[in-house]
Every structure is written in C-alpha cells, then in structure tokens.
C-alpha cells in the first residue's frame, strides 16, 4: 500500500495541530466579540477582526450527518487503509455552531442526533487525528 500523505498544518492551524498532538482538543474563540470558530482561521466570520485565542473543549457532541466513502481521494487511503469507510459530520456540544469531520470508529453505522466521543488517532509521522465513536452510555 501507497504511504498516505499526512495533513500540512498551514498558518491557522498549526497550533491546533500541536494541540491535538498533545490529546487536546481547542476551537478558537474570537479575541473582539468572543464568537468560538472552528475550523481555525486568521479572521472571525461574525465580526470580521483578527485575533483569537484557544480554548480547549471537550471533544463530544452529536452526529449532524454522514456518509459511506467508497473511494479513497488520498494515495494511500484512510487510516487503517479501510474502503469503504464512514466519514461524520459531528456539532460540538460546547460549541453548538461549530462542526467538526472525521472518521467513524463505530461498530454500527451512525445515526442523526447520535451523542460521539472524539478519539485520538496517531499516524505515523507524529501528527493526531480526532476520529469519532458513540459516546458510553
């Protein structure tokens, strides 16, 4: 199997990149008008201004949608190298307004409105990936 590329963190997101290296999972939260964000980016969507800061949150949520991938769009695939594979699509429980992909690490397909744990996801070259599964009961 193809070494899969990983993930280039760029200006606005390396320090989210480093965090979830350390198992942490952080929104940026606007620096004018303290609107959270996420993904990162260098200018707030409700105000428009620079600057924000981090803010670690718990990574739990619940499925806004999903799908079943069939094709693998990187060389290499996905993690584990699985096709085909679920891709969620998770609102965060701290930050209703902020959604957040990854991969699904259930035994079940997911479902609308299903509550998710993050799950921390090492690749090889040292970089984290937050991955989803049911939450515990």
Do not use: K
């Amino acid at each position: 199997m193809r070494e899969r590329p990983p993930p280039v963190p760029d200006r606005d997101s390396a320090e989210w990149w480093e965090r979830l290296a350390r198992r942490e999972f952080a929104v940026q939260r606007c620096d004018s008008c303290d609107t959270p964000r996420f993904p990162p980016r260098a200018f707030c969507p409700a105000c428009h201004r620079e600057g924000a800061r981090w803010e670690a949150v718990e990574p739990v949520g619940t499925v806004e949608s999903w799908i079943v991938n069939h094709q693998a769009f990187t060389p290499g695939g996905t993690p584990g190298g699985a096709e085909p594979y679920v891709v969620v699509m998770v609102r965060l429980a701290a930050v209703p307004r902020c959604l957040v992909h990854g991969n699904w690490r259930g035994d079940r397909e997911p479902r609308g409105g299903q509550a998710v744990r993050g799950v921390y996801t090492p690749l090889s070259d040292g970089l984290m990936l937050l991955d989803w599964r049911p939450a515990a009961r």
